[in-house]
């Protein structure tokens, strides 16, 4: 079974314009979140979806946002860039949205911001 | 509000030698925790979990946590370290009813040394 892959794997952009990042979850899975990773603030939640419903949001500015489709995969947007949203951008699917649920993370988008 | 400290930024080690990755969490309730690694340029891989019952967690690759209420802790060891240990481990904590978001501590980098 194919893990959750993320496209593209790495991204270049300037300030002001936008981006849309790509995720496709495992097969079979209803939940996907996504994640910010940097070095000065770690790990940070921005957002879990689940049957094309914004079920949960992390603290980020309205710039950041997603959707997800019918068959589950899911897409961010962040608009207007600002050199502070270079980041590794993870997602990472799931079968519920139980605590039990274990996260399958993907590898990432790298985002640069220039 | 829930919360994840692990103490340390970095541990080195020697091939060989015990791994201990220390983890408080600051939760008023009953919390779900987590102990996922990260290897260069890839996401997140969960190590194990704790979510109820038996209070030492055994996970994948010889880790293995322990579930201290009264100290508020969930540090992560492992026996004997070995060269492909190497990588980021981070402490996570489910919010109650949150579905797929997770808190995660700043992380920890591991070296191994031959």
């Known amino acids: 079974k194919a893990g959750v892959t993320q496209t593209p794997r790495y991204l270049i952009k300037t300030r002001g314009q936008q981006v849309t990042l790509s995720c496709s979850p495992i097969?079979?899975?209803?939940?996907v979140s996504w994640y910010q990773q940097t070095p000065g603030q770690g790990l940070q939640f921005l957002f879990e979806?689940?049957?094309?419903?914004?079920?949960n949001k992390g603290n980020f500015p309205g710039r950041f946002s997603g959707r997800q489709f019918s068959n589950s995969r899911s897409e961010m947007n962040v608009s207007t860039l600002e050199l502070g949203d270079s980041a590794l951008y993870l997602c990472?699917?799931?079968?519920?949205?139980?605590?039990?649920?274990?996260?399958?993370f993907g590898s990432g988008t790298q985002l640069s911001v220039l | 509000a829930q919360s994840v400290t692990q103490l340390g930024s970095h541990v080195s080690v020697s091939e060989g030698a015990l791994v201990l990755l220390r983890c408080n969490y600051s939760?008023?309730?009953?919390?779900?925790l987590f102990w996922y690694v990260q290897y260069p340029n890839q996401g997140l891989q969960l190590l194990l979990k704790y979510t109820t019952g038996a209070t030492l967690v055994k996970g994948i690759n010889g880790f293995e946590a322990e579930f201290k209420k009264s100290e508020t802790s969930f540090h992560l060891t492992k026996p004997s370290a070995h060269m492909s240990d190497a990588a980021e481990y981070f402490c996570a904590v489910s919010p109650y009813n949150q579905g797929g978001k997770l808190i995660f501590g700043q992380g920890t980098e591991l070296s191994v040394k031959p």
């Open positions: 097969s079979g899975h209803r939940s």
């Open positions: 939760s008023s309730v009953p919390p779900y």
């Open positions: 979806y689940f049957s094309e419903t914004q079920r």
């Open positions: 990472a699917s799931s079968l519920g949205r139980g605590l039990n649920e274990k996260l399958f």
